[in-house]
């Protein structure tokens, strides 16, 4: 009778280090790529809801995104611009606007190609908006987006 050799099977453990450490950097990579996007808008804008609004099918090479809205949550005094950390009423946007048109010039990009984005809040009065695409006009703006929320059904 032949011998037999008992073999006995043992599982190991596969190291899962590798793949905790690309699910991390995966993580990482996304949360960076997020907050990329949403640097431009701006919490205290509320904006308005629409049946209409659709996301952009394009996204446009250059634009300027520009937040209105009041200085406090809830309606209270004029309306204003967040522009770079300064809350700017409209009336003075104009000196801005002209400085961005120079910086795209400088940058070889004709300020009547950029996009302004206005994300307006739903309760900022539609002359205030007027105002300011006046103001982007002066400052040799041409094409305008205004932002909104698509309304739920």
């Known amino acids: 009778m032949p011998k037999t050799r008992q073999v006995t099977i043992t599982f190991e453990e596969p190291d899962m280090t590798p793949m905790i450490d690309i699910v991390f950097q995966l993580l990482t990579f996304f949360m960076v790529a997020i907050n990329f996007e949403n640097t431009q808008a701006d919490e205290r804008v509320k904006l308005p809801k629409d049946m209409l609004a659709k996301p952009p099918e394009v996204r446009p090479d250059d634009e300027l995104v520009l937040n ?3 200085e406090k ?38 300020p009547k190609a950029v996009t302004v984005v206005i994300r307006s809040s739903a309760d900022v009065p539609t002359g205030e908006v007027q105002e300011l695409i006046k103001s982007c006009q002066a400052a040799e703006f041409e094409k305008f987006a205004l932002k909104a929320t698509q309304e739920e059904k």
């Open 73 to 110: 949550l809830g309606r209270q005094g004029q309306p204003v611009v967040f522009y770079t950390g300064e809350e700017i009423p409209v009336s003075k946007m104009l000196p801005r606007l002209q400085q961005e048109a120079r910086i795209f010039r400088q940058t070889k990009v004709d």
């Open 68 to 70: 209105m809205g009041y």
